[in-house]
Each structure stands twice: as structure tokens, then as C-alpha cells.
């Protein structure tokens, strides 16, 4: 130890001015202490579905609150719904199971159903230890349309808060309105984006996400069991299984149950470390039935509510008229999934993306974006281009990902990609997670390139290598 050296440099930081903090500085600087803290155990310990879910229903994030539980909900509803009143096999595995399921998924039309959700809560300090339930009425179409209604939301037997109801009309692009927790102004949304990287009308938190990922693991457990006087089957798998990696106890086990008869789902569990951590279990449920009229209507807004009108800025055009706008280069792909069809087009000038990184939010700002949304049933897949020179952006952050960057480091493959606008870039692909779409991205000249949604990795690598400039278009200047 040097006492002349420590006390001069103790004398030199003294003179330096302290400068302005912003008004979360300090909380950034607390999670940013955190996550060093738990970096050594990040690799085994993933945010659970649960933790997941609470971060979207937070305050700050009250817009996606009811449609990240609905649309999460659904998602996994519809999931494992098969053709009701047809009887499943006797005897079956675990995989026929979830593969029958799956492709019963893509020709749902509509779904209702009635939920009962149940959120582990320990604050965000970890202060206190309850369970948060929230009893939900929730409806989806195919074209992306949904409407759920919270009625009550409790924790330790004591109500919170009357609960809401958010609506998205996928005809127009229009959602709301909400009312803000905070502020109690009432908002309403247009000029949707079309899904990730952007937030938007397909959910980051995907339930049906989840179970696809455990359909790819080689080491699911079925066994049996029984709901509510009804004999149902119930797969098991843990987050690392999925993957294949080691055994470890602190993997989040996901559990469904699916009813042997009509093959409906009747619930999802997520446990980590021994406690559940989420918990959502259906009845009521109708598949294909027709829908009440203006039910993804929104509803009138109070007498002399104070609103505020917010443009998401993904304008819905064709692509003929995408091809003369400005700075946009539409890339189109020639190739996509069986029964995959186009549903939407957008562009937007601008765009920020907000991802957690080392416990701090960041903003990545983006210009001239071009998306494009797929559909086949309740299936979706979004193609984006868009040009990036955020200098806090580097290719190895997955904007596809909200929640587990370090999941997404560990799983990823990297592949060249040999045709199309994007040949010689080398694409990322994430196959397996429970936090987000399997997707795909990559970088060239600038322009970043991602393809998220329903699809194996050969299937996101083949769009990509088919992209070409649309019929008419031009690159973009510089």
C-alpha cells in the first residue's frame, strides 16, 4: 500500500464536480451491482416465466400488461388444443402428444376460454414473498386480434386492483384504449409493429413459445393424472433439457396438462428451485366458435377522461408503395413455410428497441424499418430490415430477446448465409427458448436483418438466403 499515492489521488477525486444523475440513476446503479453479484450463476439460474411475466405487468409497462397475459395465455391454449369430442390414442408418447398438438395449432381460427393465472411475487428487492392471482376472460382470432378481461387481482387473499381490459383489432391497427396505473390517463395506440424485434401485436412472452421449445427436447416425461374428475396427461421437461445441456436443478421445470379426450389443454406450470413460479390453468374453453360482434371493439372511454393518442409508427402500406419510400429498401423473401401467407406490411422512419442489458435498460435507435407479417392460423412470422449505426448496438446483442441475453449467447448457432441481398453475412440463430420466437438475425452494409416466429432453424435460414429487393425498388442511398 502507497499512503503518499492514496492520498494524493483521495485529494485530486475531491476536486472533480459530481455530475447530474437522472432519476433512475441510482436504481441502474443498484441493478447493475445485482447482476455482477449473480453473473457466476446466470449460466444455470434464467429468469423464470414468472419473473418474466411480472417485469411485463409492472407498472412502466402497463400497455402490455393484459395483452402479454392474454396473448400468453392463449398461446399456449390454443398450443395443445386438438379436435374436441375426438377421443386421443390409448397409448401414446410424450413427443405424439405435443406434435399432434402442434399441428392442430395451425388451423384454429378463434379461441375463448377462461383463466385462472397464478404469479410467485417477491418484490423487486425481494422484500416480501406472495402469490399474485388474476381470474381472465380472454379471446384471440387468427388474424392477431384479441381482447382479454382481468376481473379481480389478489395477493394473500387481499384485493389489488379491479383488474382491465385490453383490446387490439388487427383490421385496423388500433389497440386500447388503457388506462396508464400511474398517471390514470387513458391511451390509445395505432400504427402497431408487426412483431419482434418491435414490440407489438405478437408477444415477446409466449407461452406457446415455451411448449414448443420443450416439444424439441429428446427427454420429456409423461405421465398421468387427473383434473377435475377428467384423466389428462402431463409432460415434463426442464429449460436445459430443451437444449441439451447438463442436468441442474436450478433449470426451470415446465409442466403441461393436456386432457386425454378432447386433447384441450388444461394448464401450464412453471417451478424453479422446488417453488412454483407460475401457474395457469384454462376452462371453458371454445375453438372455432363465432365471435360476439365488436368483441375486439374498444370500449367507450369514460365522461371527460383526460387521453393521450400515441402513433407506434408502423404504417401499414403495400408494397408498391413501400418500394418508393423513402430510404426503405424492401426486402422480400421468396421463400417462406408451408401455408405461411403475407397478412401485413409496414414501415416506420424511426424505431427504438429497449433491451435490458447488464440490468440497465438501453435504447437502440433504428431507422427506415420494413417489416412484413406472415400468418398461418394462429402461426405468425415477421420479417424486418431496418439500419442501425446505434453506437451502443454490436451484433452480439440479440434484439429478439428481452429477458435472457445469456441464454440466447449460449444456444445460438452461427451459420454463413450463401444467397440472397444477404449473402456473405453470418447469420445467428436461436432455436430453443422460453423467452422469446425462435429467430434469426444477421448484419450487412449497416442493415440489420431479423426473422422471428414460428419456424424451424433450416426454415429461418432458408428465408433468409431467399430475400431479394422487391419487383420496382431500388437500395437506399446512404
Known amino acids: 500500500m502507497d499512503e503518499t499515492r492514496d492520498t494524493e489521488l483521495g485529494r485530486q477525486l475531491e476536486t472533480i464536480s459530481e455530475p447530474e444523475h437522472g432519476p433512475e440513476y441510482w436504481r441502474n446503479v443498484h441493478l447493475a451491482v445485482a447482476e455482477a453479484a449473480t453473473e457466476?450463476?446466470?449460466?444455470?439460474?434464467?429468469?423464470?416465466?414468472?419473473?418474466?411475466?411480472?417485469?411485463?405487468?409492472?407498472?412502466?409497462?402497463?400497455?402490455?400488461?393484459?395483452?402479454?397475459?392474454?396473448?400468453?395465455?392463449?398461446?399456449?391454449?390454443?398450443?395443445?388444443?386438438?379436435?374436441?369430442?375426438?377421443?386421443?390414442?390409448?397409448?401414446?408418447?410424450?413427443?405424439?402428444?405435443?406434435?399432434?398438438?402442434?399441428?392442430?395449432?395451425?388451423?384454429?381460427?378463434?379461441w375463448q376460454a377462461d383463466a385462472h393465472l397464478k404469479l410467485y411475487d417477491e418484490g423487486v428487492w425481494k422484500t416480501y414473498h406472495a402469490y399474485v392471482t388474476r381470474r381472465l376472460h380472454l379471446v384471440q382470432a387468427d388474424d392477431g386480434s384479441y381482447r382479454t378481461e382481468c376481473f379481480a387481482v389478489m395477493a394473500a387473499g387481499h384485493r389489488l386492483e379491479p383488474g382491465g381490459t385490453g383490446v387490439f383489432d388487427a383490421t385496423t391497427g388500433k389497440g386500447g384504449p388503457y388506462c396508464e396505473t400511474e398517471t390514470r390517463t387513458w391511451v390509445q395506440e395505432r400504427n402497431f409493429p408487426l412483431g419482434p424485434p418491435d414490440a407489438g401485436t405478437v408477444p415477446l412472452i409466449d407461452i406457446g413459445m415455451t411448449v414448443r421449445a420443450l416439444a424439441s427436447s429428446r427427454t420429456l416425461r409423461l405421465d398421468e393424472t387427473v383434473v377435475d374428475g377428467r384423466p389428462a396427461w402431463t409432460v415434463t421437461c426442464s429449460k436445459g433439457e430443451m437444449a441439451g445441456l447438463p442436468p441442474s436443478e436450478d433449470w426451470p421445470v415446465y409442466t403441461v396438462t393436456v386432457d386425454k379426450q378432447t386433447w384441450l389443454l388444461l394448464g401450464v406450470r412453471e417451478?424453479?428451485?422446488?417453488?412454483?413460479?407460475?401457474?395457469?390453468?384454462?376452462?371453458?374453453?371454445?375453438?372455432?366458435?363465432?365471435?360476439?360482434?365488436?368483441?375486439?371493439?374498444?370500449?367507450?372511454?369514460?365522461?371527460?377522461?383526460?387521453?393521450?393518442r400515441v402513433d407506434l409508427g408502423f404504417h401499414r402500406v403495400t408494397l408498391d408503395e413501400a418500394a418508393t419510400a423513402p430510404g426503405v429498401t424492401p426486402l422480400v423473401p421468396?421463400?417462406?413455410?408451408?401455408?405461411?401467407?403475407?397478412?401485413?406490411?409496414?414501415?416506420?422512419?424511426?424505431?427504438?428497441?429497449?433491451?435490458?442489458?447488464e440490468g440497465v435498460d438501453v435504447k437502440f435507435r433504428t431507422r427506415h424499418a420494413f417489416a412484413l407479417q406472415y400468418r398461418r392460423g394462429f402461426d405468425w412470422l415477421a420479417v424486418s430490415t431496418r439500419t442501425i449505426r446505434d453506437p451502443h448496438y454490436r451484433i452480439g446483442i440479440d434484439l429478439c430477446d428481452e429477458f435472457?441475453?445469456?441464454?440466447?449467447?449460449?444456444?445460438?448457432?452461427?451459420?454463413?448465409?450463401?444467397?440472397?441481398?444477404?449473402?456473405?453475412?453470418?447469420?445467428?440463430?436461436?432455436?430453443?427458448?422460453?423467452?422469446?420466437?425462435?429467430?434469426?438475425?444477421?448484419?450487412?452494409?449497416?442493415?440489420?436483418l431479423t426473422i422471428a416466429g414460428v419456424a424451424t432453424a433450416d426454415e429461418l435460414l432458408a428465408v433468409a438466403e431467399s430475400l431479394q429487393v422487391y419487383p420496382g425498388a431500388s437500395p437506399a442511398a446512404e
Not at 341 to 348: F, G, K, P, T, Y
Not at 420 to 443: C, D, E, K, Q, Y
Request: proline share 8%; aromatic share 6%.
Open 271 to 308: 417451478e424453479q428451485a422446488g417453488r412454483i413460479t407460475f401457474d395457469i390453468r384454462y376452462c371453458n374453453v371454445r375453438v372455432n366458435e363465432p365471435l360476439p360482434d365488436g368483441v375486439f371493439t374498444a370500449e367507450p372511454l369514460p365522461p371527460d377522461a383526460p387521453v393521450r
Open 404 to 448: 435472457d441475453q445469456a441464454w440466447s449467447r449460449r444456444v445460438r448457432t452461427m451459420v454463413p448465409i450463401a444467397s440472397g441481398a444477404f449473402a456473405g453475412a453470418t447469420a445467428r440463430i436461436l432455436a430453443v427458448s422460453t423467452t422469446s420466437a425462435p429467430h434469426l438475425w444477421a448484419m450487412k452494409d449497416g442493415v440489420l
Open 334 to 357: 421468396s421463400f417462406v413455410p408451408s401455408g405461411y401467407e403475407l397478412s401485413d406490411v409496414a414501415a416506420a422512419d424511426r424505431a427504438v428497441i429497449t433491451r435490458a442489458i
Open 40 to 110: 457466476n450463476a446466470a449460466e444455470a439460474r434464467r429468469p423464470s416465466f414468472g419473473r418474466r411475466l411480472r417485469a411485463a405487468l409492472a407498472p412502466r409497462r402497463a400497455r402490455l400488461a393484459l395483452a402479454a397475459v392474454a396473448l400468453a395465455a392463449v398461446a399456449a391454449g390454443v398450443l395443445l388444443v386438438g379436435l374436441p369430442g375426438t377421443p386421443g390414442p390409448q397409448t401414446v408418447s410424450a413427443a405424439q402428444i405435443l406434435d399432434r398438438a402442434l399441428a392442430a395449432y395451425s388451423s384454429v381460427q378463434t
